[in-house]
């Protein structure tokens, strides 16, 4: 077969075409595996949601429990609580976040944790403590473009002493709180 000639070129071409049609349809028929659904992404996917869903619902923004060293005042008046530094003062210690910063003694702060000794009112570790917490806000507040808002939560035991409670105010307010909001447990009586 020569392709030069007229007929056989035709014919040549035709064996070409069809080879290149069996290629083609060889091609088309090759089974290709079919995807696998991964069901480890899957159950990433569902626990981080879950985790988020469990962390934005809860029920209030602070958890304040009562103890025998922690009884609080009791109040008439009912508002949610907000989102803030808790500073609780219990009858041995005072605690910034449930960490404890500092001990006490019979309702008092050793004069030894105090700036200016016995009559001083800044208490070092808490103010150290609650400088941290402020800077941390801060830095939230400049990446959310949120201003900075120095709210604190003040938990006292029913019987602390209010020299204690005016030392807690003063550091928190040397350390840049500015607002506070004192937290009372329902179930007072009415006069």
Not at 24 to 30: G, Q, S, T, Y
Not at 42 to 61: R, Y
């Amino acid at each position: 077969m020569d392709p030069n000639t007229p007929g056989n070129a035709s014919q040549v071409d035709a064996i070409w075409a069809a080879k290149r049609q069996a290629k083609k349809d060889k091609r088309r028929m090759r089974s290709t595996p079919r995807p696998k659904l991964l069901i480890n992404s899957l159950m990433d996917a569902f626990t981080i949601i879950l985790c988020f869903l469990l962390k934005s619902f809860g029920s209030d923004p602070v958890q304040i429990r009562e103890s025998d060293d922690l009884k609080l005042p009791r109040s008439t008046s009912v508002q949610p609580l907000e989102d803030a530094i808790v500073i609780a003062i219990s009858t041995k210690a005072i605690m910034v976040q449930d960490i404890k910063v500092a001990d006490l003694r019979n309702g008092a702060v050793d004069e030894s944790m105090k700036r200016d000794g016995q009559e001083g009112l800044l208490i070092n570790p808490l103010f150290d403590s609650l400088k941290e917490k402020v800077q941390h806000l801060k830095m939230i507040a400049a990446r959310t473009n949120q201003p900075f808002e120095g709210k604190a939560l003040v938990v006292a035991h029913s019987g602390t002493s209010y020299r204690l409670v005016t030392e807690v105010l003063y550091t928190a307010g040397q350390a840049e709180f500015e607002k506070f909001k004192f937290v009372a447990a329902e179930g007072g009586k009415a006069n």
